[in-house]
């Protein structure tokens, strides 16, 4: 039995060997660990984290696809003001500080001011009637002087008016051509005056004509056979932007004449009537209204015209009022001190003498309506 046991040498010697190299090679654990006393250590593997995918590309629209944006549109209002004496200078160097100017009763914050010297773009807008003829005459003879005042960046336009409306000279910078328009009118055709038709007909030319514009009327204000009324002509002349009125009655003068003349009582009424009318149109768009009692007034009343319409503050803002419902808004402006005191402003003369301040602006607008 013990010689059965004994293994022979070379049989011996290979199970030694592989012994020992089983000893010599310890065994990789599968988690990746080295081999310890008790076996082999688990430490995680660290797996290789795959690379994200890059970010895709932004897709460009084909030129078929439509592209949308969006735009507000915030209204901005501006108003012309003409700030003067009483006696009608003007009042020069007023800053942004100077001014309020509230909308509805709500001040509203001034965005943009300046003091302009604007060019003339008016159109003269003269009655001329049977009715007083000789009167008118005078007149026209002192509308001269509004022409003679232009300045070569001016453009106006001569129109008369009866029952109907004619347009003499269309807008022009030439002198001789308002000149010659106002030397045509020698026989006038008839005594009825339509001054409602003649001033909406002016407004609606007037609306096409871009910036800023003036209408001197010079007109008794009375009308006999209009198309349209009295609130229908003040409704056209609120709606219509950008257009100053400045209106010179002949009813007053013409009273005075006609009795100096012996032409018995007029119609003393028809005319207190016309007057409220024409300052009417004048109050309404920022202008002013005369009412000369003599034919010697017209030069000064047209050289005075001529300065309120070169020396304006433009004010501008945006309203609170953001709706764009076609509403009439009213305009209110103030002078202030400008020193933060909200006191009123006080002009003094080069004599100590505080002067009456007159401000002559629009008194309101009317609203866009969200269609236009």
Same mark, same amino acid.
Request: proline share 7%; glycine share 8%.
């Given at each position: 039995?013990?010689?059965?046991?004994?293994?022979?040498?070379?049989?011996?010697?290979?199970?030694?060997?592989?012994?020992?190299?089983?000893?010599?090679?310890? =065994? %990789?654990?599968?988690?990746?660990?080295?081999?310890?006393?008790?076996?082999? *250590?688990?430490?995680?593997?660290?797996? =290789?984290?795959? !690379?994200?995918?890059?970010?895709?590309?932004?897709?460009?629209?084909?030129?078929?696809?439509?592209?949308?944006?969006?735009?507000?549109?915030?209204?901005?209002? #501006?108003?012309?003001?003409?700030? #003067?004496?009483?006696?009608? @200078?003007?009042?020069? @160097?007023?800053?942004?500080?100077?001014?309020?100017?509230? =909308?509805?009763?709500?001040?509203?914050?001034?965005?943009?001011?300046?003091?302009?010297?604007?060019?003339?773009?008016?159109?003269?807008? %003269?009655?001329?009637?049977?009715?007083?003829?000789?009167?008118?005459?005078?007149?026209? !003879?002192?509308?001269?002087?509004?022409?003679?005042?232009? $300045?070569?960046?001016?453009?106006?336009?001569?129109?008369?008016?009866?029952?109907?409306?004619?347009?003499?000279?269309?807008?022009?910078?030439?002198? &001789?051509?308002?000149?010659?328009?106002?030397?045509?009118?020698?026989?006038?055709?008839?005594?009825?005056?339509?001054?409602?038709?003649?001033?909406?007909? /002016?407004?609606?030319?007037?609306? +096409?004509?871009?910036?800023? $514009?003036?209408?001197?009327?010079?007109?008794?204000? &009375?009308?006999?056979?209009?198309?349209?009324?009295?609130?229908?002509?003040?409704? $056209?002349?609120?709606?219509?932007?950008?257009? /100053?009125?400045?209106?010179?009655?002949?009813?007053?003068?013409?009273?005075?004449?006609?009795?100096?003349?012996?032409?018995?009582?007029?119609?003393?009424?028809?005319?207190?009537?016309?007057? #409220?009318? *024409?300052n009417e149109y004048a109050k309404l768009t920022g202008g002013q209204?005369?009412?000369? &009692?003599?034919?010697?007034?017209?030069?000064?009343?047209?050289?005075?015209?001529?300065?309120?319409?070169r020396n304006q503050y433009t004010i501008?803002?945006?309203?609170?009022?953001?709706?764009?419902?076609?509403?009439?808004?009213?305009?209110?402006?103030?002078?202030?001190?400008?020193?933060?005191? @909200? $006191?009123?402003?006080?002009?003094? #003369?080069?004599? @100590?003498?505080?002067?009456?301040?007159?401000?002559?602006? +629009?008194?309101?607008?009317?609203?866009?309506?969200?269609?236009?």
């Amino acid at each position: 039995m013990i010689a059965g046991l004994v293994l022979p040498p070379q049989v011996a010697l290979a199970q030694s060997q592989s012994q020992s190299g089983q000893q010599q090679q310890p =065994e %990789v654990p599968e988690a990746g660990g080295p081999a310890g006393d008790t076996g082999p *250590m688990a430490i995680p593997k660290k797996t =290789e984290k795959p !690379v994200p995918p890059p970010p895709p590309r932004p897709k460009t629209p084909s030129s078929d696809s439509p592209s949308y944006s969006i735009s507000v549109d915030v209204p901005l209002v #501006n108003i012309d003001v003409s700030a #003067n004496t009483k006696d009608g @200078g003007f009042i020069p @160097g007023l800053k942004k500080e100077n001014f309020r100017i509230y =909308e509805d009763g709500v001040e509203q914050k001034i965005t943009n001011f300046a003091q302009t010297e604007a060019p003339i773009t008016a159109v003269l807008l %003269v009655e001329f009637a049977n009715g007083s003829y000789a009167f008118m005459n005078d007149a026209l !003879v002192a509308s001269y002087n509004f022409a003679a005042n232009l $300045k070569k960046d001016d453009w106006v336009a001569v129109t008369e008016f009866d029952m109907r409306t004619h347009i003499l000279v269309d807008f022009t910078q030439d002198k &001789r051509q308002i000149y010659g328009a106002l030397n045509t009118l020698r026989i006038p055709g008839f005594s009825e005056v339509n001054v409602f038709d003649a001033l909406y007909d /002016t407004l609606d030319r007037l609306d +096409r004509v871009e910036g800023r $514009k003036e209408i001197v009327l010079v007109s008794s204000g &009375r009308d006999t056979f209009s198309r349209i009324n009295l609130d229908q002509i003040l409704k $056209k002349v609120k709606a219509t932007p950008n257009v /100053t009125i400045f209106s010179i009655s002949t009813g007053a003068a013409f009273l005075i004449w006609a009795e100096a003349h012996g032409m018995g009582s007029m119609r003393e009424l028809d005319y207190l009537q016309a007057d #409220n009318e *024409m300052n009417e149109y004048a109050k309404l768009t920022g202008g002013q209204h005369y009412k000369p &009692r003599f034919e010697g007034e017209f030069p000064d009343i047209f050289k005075d015209i001529a300065a309120r319409v070169r020396n304006q503050y433009t004010i501008s803002y945006h309203p609170v009022n953001h709706k764009q419902d076609g509403s009439y808004r009213k305009v209110k402006v103030e002078l202030v001190a400008g020193d933060g005191s @909200g $006191k009123p402003l006080i002009v003094k #003369n080069e004599k @100590g003498k505080e002067l009456k301040t007159v401000l002559a602006y +629009r008194e309101g607008y009317s609203a866009k309506h969200q269609v236009e």
